[in-house]
């Protein structure tokens, strides 16, 4: 940059000079922000996928259903961006969270700022009906003391802990770091899927693929590519995850569905 502005005759010099060293705290912001959250394209065993990693000793986790003034359930990434914006908060990450049933309800385990919105579902459904029931489903929460954790839905039972937030869903990617038993490597149902893990006490982890995939390559992904000793799938065909700077990524447009929860990161207000 010096060697362009020596070619400037002296009196334009400083002016010039002084023009970027203004630019240079915009340029600092626009980079923070592109880099507020930790985002890759990942290469798996022939197939693409999008991952994000949350620092939460930097960034806050939330996770939203309804506006709470309205009631009204924001349905999308893009109207929790609107909703955002109004209230001077700008989106940095977004992904939608569990399994919904057929009202646009979070079939089981909802907690959205120490609320419990929706009770832990511990009912044994057919398999054939859906993912959450294929065994085990599980619950991926953020404690008070601020670390994550994915835990099959009985062990979250058992502990009795309160927790911040919460989701519910099914099955489990990868317990105590052994895959479903339940999936099959050769399996040709193939979906665009996302899930999440806790890859540390404050690292949150959330992929989605960018082709479908089968549940054994997902949990592997999150197994062997990630580092994840527990991990939990959160929804597939409709699933997005948006970045602030990137855009969508994730199912195409055409395959979204109204959500029921969403996962978000704000710049802090």
């Known amino acids: 940059m010096l060697r362009l502005f020596s070619s400037l005759p002296r009196s334009r010099r400083w002016p010039a000079l002084l023009g970027a060293a203004a630019l240079l705290p915009l340029l600092a912001a626009c980079t923070s922000r592109a880099r507020a959250v930790d985002s890759s394209e990942r290469e798996f065993e022939g197939q693409r996928f999008h991952v994000v990693t949350i620092d939460l000793t930097r960034q806050t986790l939330s996770l939203h259903w309804r506006d709470p003034d309205s009631g009204i359930a924001y349905g999308s990434i893009g109207n929790l961006q609107q909703w955002g914006e109004q209230h001077g908060r700008h989106l940095l990450f977004a992904a939608n969270a569990g399994i919904y049933d057929r009202k646009n309800a979070p079939l089981g385990l909802f907690v959205e700022d120490g609320r419990t919105l929706v009770p832990l579902n511990l009912a044994h459904g057919n398999p054939a009906a859906g993912n959450f029931s294929l065994r085990p489903n599980g619950?991926?929460?953020?404690?008070?003391?601020?670390?994550?954790a994915v835990r099959t839905s009985e062990a979250f039972k058992a502990d009795g802990k309160p927790v911040t937030l919460a989701t519910q869903s099914g099955p489990m990617l990868v317990i105590d770091g052994q895959l479903n038993p339940q999936f099959e490597d050769e399996s040709a149902s193939v979906k665009w899927r996302s899930g999440v893990c806790a890859a540390t006490p404050r690292k949150v982890v959330f992929a989605v693929s960018e082709t479908p995939?089968?549940?054994?390559?997902?949990?592997?992904?999150?197994?062997d590519g990630l580092g994840c000793r527990d991990a939990l799938y959160l929804d597939g065909t409709i699933s997005q995850m948006y970045v602030d700077g990137e855009g969508y990524s994730g199912a195409p447009a055409f395959m979204l569905k109204p959500y029921a929860g969403i996962f978000a990161v704000f710049d802090k207000p």
């Open 139 to 148: 619950v991926f929460a953020v404690y008070p003391d601020g670390h994550a």
């Open 213 to 223: 995939v089968n549940f054994h390559t997902f949990a592997r992904l999150f197994r």
